[in-house]
């Protein structure tokens, strides 16, 4: 048992820590790949070589983010069928088809667009250049949409039905896997939320070459591309955030109440802002969930649930079955020991089905099939010893989760003070209090970007598949010190791809500030 903790945690803690450094890389080529076919198509439509120089300084940047984003995004999936064999062998059929699709068509579509994005200037027309650039972008996204429509999946297992006769789930109905609102919103948010992080990136970048000095009308020209890009990005991601609140109080009752800090849940219950969270507070217990917090009445009902009067569970709720009316009546729901009752019945039934399939008791087949399906739906449960264990590590959801609201919220107002000053108020954009504040913003952007994917997968634990597997029964039969070698291993490999990219990055900046853009007509 100790040694299976250790490859869990030791096999999280790698999953971790690729996906975070992957994900580095993967919002400023959904966004840039954007801003650049924009920028390209202005000087499409007017032939200025000045926009062309724009374009192709952006593009540079673009490449050197996209190479290492492809050589993380590899190893990632690699990581399935390494240290989670169990999880690969369970879902296959249903999380590999989008993964498939997205190798297929979209990775194709990318790396073929992308060597004319970069070597096809003067070697084929503008028009189709320019074709090549936006269908490079789309195939950015497009490829984003079936990694985010696998991911989402797990945290909502649809189109899917358990085979007992295989011991694995086969996919029954692939539009539902498709379609799950699940699906959507994170699709939109995470594509959405990376036009914010690239106009945000570019609006940065642009304010050090004024902070210079240098290059004053090709930063300026930049930051109103980028601005719209990451305005609109904006309006994206906080409608899709709040579609994304509703799906999660949904099918991910007990991550949005880590998310909040909250063990007892209410009707018109509140939204914490900010606060700090007693650290000794444990489910059951007597307790304050805070040492210290400032909320908005009614704020978590409203996003929750869209109603004012909507009751939002807390921990202690979920984990004793209990929800409360619109008119203050408790009522029972199923409790989660009542849960771990149902997956262990639906295991026991599996048992007795193999057994009876190797037997050859058809009769005793269908039984166990019978019983088996009607308590499938908790079958993960039965791999918990105590409620406790459904619960999330609650500090690093809320911590997570509040950084990346609050950082969000001071992206949103340095955008719209950008997309003023880019359109409206010209010596705005001069001024040094906004430069700095606009250079700052560059890590304040990956920090919220970084912290809303560890809300999303911390939230999650410990359930690999929501409902259905933990991590504990996902894991390969490995050692723990072969996934420690690999752990730091990729600890030195990634940090030395990210040295990598900062450096040539800086370089090529530097470089861009040599570049007397303004001369070009």
């Known amino acids: 048992m100790e040694n299976l903790v250790e490859v869990v945690d030791w096999s999280r803690w790698q999953f971790a820590l690729t996906a975070m450094y992957h994900w580095l890389f993967v919002p400023l080529t959904l966004g840039i790949s954007v801003i650049i076919g924009i920028m390209e198509t202005i000087y499409y439509r007017t032939r200025s070589r000045r926009w062309l120089a724009i374009t192709k300084f952006w593009m540079t940047l673009f490449g050197i983010n996209f190479a290492l984003g492809v050589a993380t995004g590899i190893i990632l999936e690699f990581e399935f069928g390494t240290n989670w064999s169990n999880y690969s062998w369970f879902v296959g059929d249903i999380f590999g088809a989008p993964l498939a699709i997205e190798g297929l068509l979209a990775f194709f579509m990318e790396s073929t667009f992308i060597a004319v994005m970069f070597f096809g200037w003067n070697k084929v027309s503008p028009r189709f250049h320019l074709a090549a650039t936006w269908l490079t972008a789309i195939g950015a996204s497009i490829s984003a949409l079936w990694i985010l429509i696998a991911n989402a999946w797990m945290q909502h297992p649809v189109g899917m039905e358990f ?259 880019a359109f409206r108020r010209h010596d705005l954009l001069t001024k040094r209090w906004y430069i700095l504040t606009a250079i700052a913003s560059i890590p304040v952007v990956w920090i919220c970007s970084e912290a809303g994917w560890v809300t999303a997968e911390v939230g999650r634990q410990p359930w690999i598949i929501e409902g259905l597997m933990p991590v504990q029964a996902a894991v390969s039969d490995i050692s723990a010190a072969s996934v420690q070698t690999t752990f730091w291993m990729f600890a030195a490999v990634f940090t030395a791809f990210l040295a990598a990219e900062i450096c040539i990055m800086t370089r090529q900046l530097r470089k861009g500030a040599e570049t007397d853009f303004e001369n070009e007509k």
């Open 163 to 421: 085979d007992p006769a295989q011991m694995r789930n086969v996919m029954d109905d692939f539009w539902a896997v498709v379609l799950s609102p699940v699906a959507i919103h994170k699709f939109f948010h995470a594509v959405m939320s990376g036009w914010v992080l690239s106009g945000v990136f570019v609006t940065g970048i642009s304010a050090w070459f004024m902070l210079r000095r240098r290059n004053h009308a090709m930063a300026i020209s930049s930051i109103k591309v980028a601005s719209a890009v990451g305005a609109i990005g904006m309006l994206g991601t906080l409608w899709s955030g709040d579609g994304s609140a509703v799906d999660v109080a949904r099918v991910q009752p007990m991550k949005l109440a880590a998310m909040e800090g909250l063990y007892d849940g209410s009707c018109r219950q509140a939204i914490s802002a900010f606060g700090i969270l007693n650290p000794d507070k444990k489910p059951g217990d007597d307790k304050p969930a805070f040492l210290f917090n400032i909320s908005i009445p009614a704020g978590l009902s409203i996003l929750a649930t869209h109603s004012v009067d909507g009751f939002v569970p807390g921990i202690n709720d979920l984990i004793e079955g209990r929800a409360v009316t619109p008119a203050g009546d408790t009522v029972k729901t199923e409790s989660y020991a009542q849960r771990i009752a149902a997956g262990q019945r639906a295991q026991n039934a599996l048992r007795r089905y193999d057994a009876a399939r190797k037997e050859g008791d058809t009769a005793a087949m269908t039984q166990a099939a019978a019983e088996l399906k009607a308590d499938f739906d908790n079958f993960g449960y039965g791999y918990l010893q105590s409620p406790a264990q459904a619960v999330p590590p609650v500090a690093v959801t809320y911590y997570a989760f509040h950084i990346m609201v609050i950082a969000g919220g001071f992206l949103c107002l340095v955008l719209a003070l950008t997309l003023w000053g």
